[in-house]
């Protein structure tokens, strides 16, 4: 009975010592894996911005060596390509290291043309739409908020599929007829005017008052509404 205790006892520290060594062995699946989870780390997916990151497969000709202490990884050149490479290192007694390419796809949430958008048409959710594109391609400030968008004309034609910029559009375009506001904390009066130069929410534009035919300078407030603060 003794020996078969010592034995099983034998045969059970065996197998703790060879789950041990099977789990500090390294394999291309596990560097992979590792690198992948590091990227992700880095480059983190939000609501604004979609990530997606494919890592290249571990050259089948290299040896990967123990380590019995955590990996470590690091991106040497981290200047915002898409293309990346990540470096694994084990830093115990005896050093190595291991470089992986990876693609890092960063994509951000704009509004672009649904369809072909032509010169002076109103922008609305019949032909403007929320799209992912990859960030590389993204020139300037592209819009986001519908609410910017939505009312305004197009001051040149628009392709579809492309992003919709401040530059593309007016919600107040030269020529239109609009209302004056004029505001302070004790009283507010509107009159009529007519934009002389085109803009966007919160931008200054010349607007030439109809009654007294003074050109002002006002902020614009919404569609077809100017606003002065006093």
Known sequence: MRFTKLFLTFIFLMLIKQTTTVATELDSAFIERFAKNYLTEQFPSTEEEKVRISVAHLDPRITIKPCKIPLTANIPEKNGAINVNVKISCDESIKWKIYLSAKVEITKAVLIAKNTISKGDKLDESNVELAFIAINKIRGNKLTDTNIVFGAKAKK??????????????????????????????????????????????????????????????????????????
């Not at 006002?218 to 006093?230: C, E, M």
């Open 157 to 230: 034609r628009i392709a579809k599929g492309r992003a919709i910029s401040k530059r593309s559009i007016c919600l107040i375009c030269k020529g239109d007829v609009v209302t004056i506001i004029v505001s302070s904390d004790n009283f507010s009066i509107k009159t009529q005017g007519v934009a002389l130069s085109s803009g966007n929410i919160n931008e200054q534009i010349r607007v030439k008052n109809t009654r007294s035919k003074k050109v002002i300078t006002p902020r614009v407030k919404g569609i077809n509404q100017v606003i002065i603060h006093l």
